[in-house]
């Protein structure tokens, strides 16, 4: 067990920044997602889907995606000091 990571307070770090405010694209709620990862060294790379539905009339839907290898997570980390 000491080698498991716990993904409960980062759920309800996501959890609370979904619920802090509107967000006017899927981009900004992800790049605010994307920076509470950086603050677990644990996490080595990301591969982060949001999904709207309907998009136009009741139908479709609109997503963006979003891979961060160990590279870009790392720089990311870095930037961030």
């Known amino acids: 067990m000491a080698h498991v990571f ?3 307070p980062l ?7 979904s619920r802090a405010c ?3 694209t899927q981009e900004r ?5 994307i ?3 950086v ?6 790379a990301l591969d982060i889907c949001l999904r709207k539905r309907p ?3 009741g ?3 609109l997503g963006v995606r979003l891979v961060l290898d160990a590279k870009a997570l790392n720089s990311l980390r870095h930037a961030a000091i």
């Open 6 to 8: 716990d993904y409960d």
């Open 22 to 24: 509107h967000y006017e």
């Open 29 to 33: 709620l992800m790049t605010r997602i």
């Open 35 to 37: 920076h509470a990862c």
């Open 39 to 44: 603050a677990y060294p644990t996490i080595k």
């Open 55 to 57: 998009v136009l009339a």
């Open 11 to 17: 759920i309800h770090q996501i959890d609370a920044l």
């Open 59 to 61: 139908s479709g839907q």
